[in-house]
């Protein structure tokens, strides 16, 4: 039986999705899980798996639509079968919610500018000539490149945007991204530059939660010797693909000390606080353009080897824009570690919904008194944001010495 596929929900505030390019044609098999498309959220562009097997039959969305969350994306089902009903309630659908969120109040997240035209229907000419993606499109002319020097990969011999970004790494001259000149100042030109969808879900989330949620912070300064030594160690053992990271040690630390204090493993949810089960740790990484936070699953319990495993694996995927959704889902705790930058302590905001965030920076060599002798060690600071209407400050106090217990006694990492 025909079944359609949607634009998946790939954050609680998500609301909608630009279909970036289709990996799959009408005619095509398509199996359980396979990829059949790109989409690009706020957060980044991702992988669309199929949640349906069988023969791609009908395309709904072209390439560069907006697409409402659960809208139809395609209709998936046995070759040669009847879908006309289908197609037609599928259009129908849409249109009906297309209908509704224009009578519903226009909110923060509805305003968001696409990062790709609405073309709406199939298009039978190109501007130009050129068969392009509207996405391709764009991405060349903030580019100055002439599509017509190109060759299309795309279904049909369209050029999609993989196609202008293997123009411009074959020339170097090519600009990374198109700037508009405003007015000339000491004989250097301002710009202005085009805000990303990620930039601008950035900058909704950090004004929600700096202005909706009370911050309070608490701050410890850890020996990092012993944590240290323990890496070099296991690091021995391991080959490169497979190292432990020290971010990989906070990480599983943060996690082992939620389970004394669940009551920041949670969510605010107005009169109630959400206590959860599981303990999903994620890490905010840095990536062109902005910031993401890939999730490692259910982190206390995993062990250490495979936590620094499947960040590794979230985090290169996350900077190649090939993140899938399941590494943005479901986090309880954020660690924002900037130790690579030789930062020597920061805070940082807290990501709604969840209670709180721990802020981690440089381990550095420093004077330091043991036993009353002044020595060398190794120290580093670290940084937990709480959210006050679910913690206090005594709370978060021993959630820091029982980090700093973890972190000084790393063995019990590997527990």
Same mark, same amino acid.
Not at 175 to 180: E, F, K, L, M, R
Not at 206 to 218: D, E, L, N, R
Not at 354 to 382: D, F, H, N, S
């Given at each position: 039986?025909?079944?359609?596929?949607?634009?998946?929900?790939?954050?609680?505030?998500?609301?909608?999705?630009?279909? #970036?390019?289709?990996?799959?044609?009408? @005619?095509?098999?398509?199996?359980?899980?396979?990829?059949?498309?790109? *989409?690009?959220?706020?957060?980044?562009?991702?992988?669309?798996?199929?949640?349906?097997?069988?023969?791609? !039959?009908?395309?709904? +969305?072209?390439?560069?639509?907006?697409? &409402?969350?659960?809208?139809?994306?395609?209709?998936?089902?046995?070759?040669?079968?009847?879908?006309? @009903?289908?197609?037609?309630?599928?259009?129908?659908?849409?249109?009906?919610?297309?209908?509704?969120?224009?009578?519903?109040?226009?909110?923060?997240?509805?305003?968001?500018?696409?990062?790709?035209?609405?073309?709406?229907a199939v298009k039978t000419d190109y501007p130009r000539g050129?068969?392009?993606?509207?996405?391709?499109?764009?991405?060349?002319?903030?580019?100055?490149?002439?599509?017509?020097?190109?060759?299309?990969?795309?279904? =049909?011999?369209?050029?999609?945007?993989?196609?202008?970004?293997?123009?411009?790494?074959?020339?170097?001259?090519?600009?990374?991204?198109?700037?508009?000149?405003?007015?000339?100042?000491?004989?250097?030109?301002?710009?202005?530059?085009?805000?990303?969808?990620?930039?601008?879900?950035?900058?909704?989330?950090?004004?929600?939660?700096?202005?909706?949620? &009370?911050?309070?912070?608490?701050?410890?300064?850890?020996?990092?010797?012993?944590?240290?030594?323990?890496?070099?160690?296991?690091?021995?053992?391991?080959?490169?693909?497979?190292?432990?990271?020290?971010?990989?040690?906070?990480?599983?630390?943060?996690?082992?000390?939620?389970?004394?204090?669940?009551? !920041?493993?949670?969510?605010?949810?107005?009169?109630?606080?959400? *206590?959860?089960?599981?303990?999903? $740790?994620?890490?905010? #990484?840095?990536?062109? =353009?902005?910031?993401?936070? #890939?999730?490692?699953?259910?982190?206390?319990?995993?062990?250490l080897a495979l936590v620094a495993e499947d960040n590794k694996?979230?985090?290169?995927?996350?900077?190649?824009?090939?993140?899938?959704?399941?590494?943005?889902?479901?986090?309880?705790?954020?660690?924002?570690?900037?130790?690579?930058?030789?930062?020597?302590?920061?805070?940082? *905001?807290?990501?709604?919904?969840?209670?709180?965030?721990?802020? $981690?920076?440089?381990?550095?060599?420093?004077?330091?008194?043991?036993?009353?002798?002044?020595? *060398?060690?190794?120290?580093?600071?670290?940084?937990?944001?709480?959210?006050?209407?679910?913690?206090?400050?005594?709370? +978060?106090?021993?959630?820091?010495?029982?980090?700093?217990?973890?972190?000084?006694?790393?063995?019990?990492?590997?527990?």
């Open positions: 039986m025909a079944e359609f596929v949607v634009m998946p929900k790939l954050g609680f505030d998500m609301n909608e999705g630009v279909l #970036v390019s289709w990996m799959k044609g009408i @005619g095509d098999t398509i199996e359980n899980g396979e990829v059949i498309a790109e *989409i690009e959220s706020d957060k980044a562009t991702l992988e669309l798996e199929s949640q349906v097997a069988g023969t791609m !039959l009908r395309l709904l +969305a072209e390439e560069g639509d907006v697409v &409402p969350i659960g809208g139809n994306l395609a209709i998936v089902g046995q070759e040669g079968e009847d879908i006309s @009903g289908l197609a037609e309630n599928g259009k129908a659908a849409e249109v009906e919610a297309s209908a509704a969120e224009s009578s519903e109040p226009v909110s923060l997240e509805q305003t968001t500018p696409p990062i790709a035209e609405d073309v709406g050129v068969k392009a993606s509207p996405v391709a499109r764009r991405y060349a002319e903030e580019r100055g490149i002439d599509l017509s020097k190109l060759n299309g990969t795309g279904p =049909g011999g369209r050029i999609v945007r993989a196609d202008v970004e293997a123009f411009v790494e074959k020339d170097p001259s090519i600009p990374s991204a198109g700037v508009q000149a405003v007015r000339p100042v000491s004989g250097i030109e301002s710009q202005e530059m085009p805000t990303t969808r990620l930039r601008q879900a950035i900058g909704r989330r950090m004004v929600q939660s700096k202005t909706t949620v &009370p911050h309070f912070y608490v701050t410890t300064d850890i020996d990092m010797a012993p944590a240290l030594a323990l890496r070099k160690e296991i690091n021995a053992l391991l080959s490169d693909e497979q190292k432990v990271t020290v971010n990989d040690m906070i990480v599983k630390a943060a996690a082992l000390t939620l389970r004394k204090f669940p009551n !920041l493993n949670a969510n605010f949810a107005g009169d109630r606080v959400i *206590i959860h089960g599981d303990i999903n $740790v994620g890490s905010a #990484v840095a990536v062109e =353009g902005g910031l993401l936070t #890939v999730v490692q699953k259910n982190t206390d319990v995993t062990p694996a979230m985090i290169e995927r996350a900077r190649l824009g090939k993140s899938r959704p399941n590494d943005f889902e479901s986090g309880t705790f954020t660690v924002s570690n900037l130790g690579a930058f030789d930062v020597d302590h920061f805070i940082a *905001i807290i990501n709604p919904p969840e209670a709180a965030i721990l802020a $981690v920076g440089t381990a550095q060599q420093v004077p330091v008194v043991v036993e009353g002798e002044l020595t *060398i060690g190794w120290r580093m600071k670290a940084t937990i944001s709480a959210d006050h209407r679910v913690s206090d400050g005594a709370e +978060a106090a021993q959630y820091m010495q029982q980090f700093k217990s973890i972190m000084e006694e790393p063995l019990q990492l590997l527990l």
